[in-house]
């Protein structure tokens, strides 16, 4: 095993430790204030994005060293994720523009996008997307069928049917506050499942 690895493997359980402290920290703050503070997602961000940064340039700067032949520096060990950091980097700046682009358009709100970039900064994988996305979908189709069992089935139809006639509502910032659901808390059991039993 690399130098690299076993210092992974040695910090594996303190970080998820710290990272699940974070999340439970935000899923109370969003339903106590239902606000997601920039004091919990700016730093996560920043460090995290910063770090895929740096194993990036650290990962592209020994290849560097490797292409120029320099053998007196063999000393650099190279860890088995350092061939996984273009790829991560790429993805985690998709995730960001995405998340980003989500917040603008007023399908999401901002502490939720920043919480997202977080997350998408510590598991920048296709992986961690798809779970993501199959968790969100399964809560929120449990959610609305929880608030529609206690409705009578024309009261529900005629929603729909007022729905289809106004058409589909545009995203709007009013409408996301007025009508916008809280969805820290899914996004954050989303990140502490795969945490602990996927990463």
């Not at 439970?24 to 700016?42: E, F, G, S, W």
């Amino acid at each position: 095993m690399a130098s690299g690895d076993a210092l992974v493997s040695a910090l594996d359980l303190p970080i998820k430790v710290i990272v699940t402290s974070w999340l439970l920290a935000i899923a109370y703050q969003d339903m106590r204030t239902q606000i997601v503070p920039n004091a919990l997602t700016l730093p996560a961000m920043a460090l995290l994005g910063g770090w895929r940064i740096v194993h990036w340039a650290l990962y592209t700067l020994r290849n560097v060293i490797i292409r120029l032949s320099m053998s007196s520096w063999n000393w650099i060990q190279r860890s088995t994720s350092d061939a996984q950091a273009p790829a991560a980097l790429r993805f985690m700046f998709v995730a960001w523009v995405l998340c980003f682009a989500l917040w603008e358009l007023h399908v999401i709100r901002g502490g939720d996008a920043k919480l997202l970039m977080g997350l998408f900064a510590l598991c920048p994988s296709l992986d961690f997307a798809l779970f993501l996305i199959a968790v969100v979908f399964i809560l929120s189709m449990a959610l609305l069928l929880l608030r529609l069992h206690t409705r009578a089935p024309q009261e529900i139809m005629s929603a729909v049917v007022k729905w289809v006639k106004e058409g589909p509502p545009l995203f709007t910032q009013r409408r996301l506050e007025e009508k916008g659901e809280r969805y820290a808390w899914v996004y954050c059991l989303s990140g502490v499942v795969y945490l602990w039993l996927l990463w």
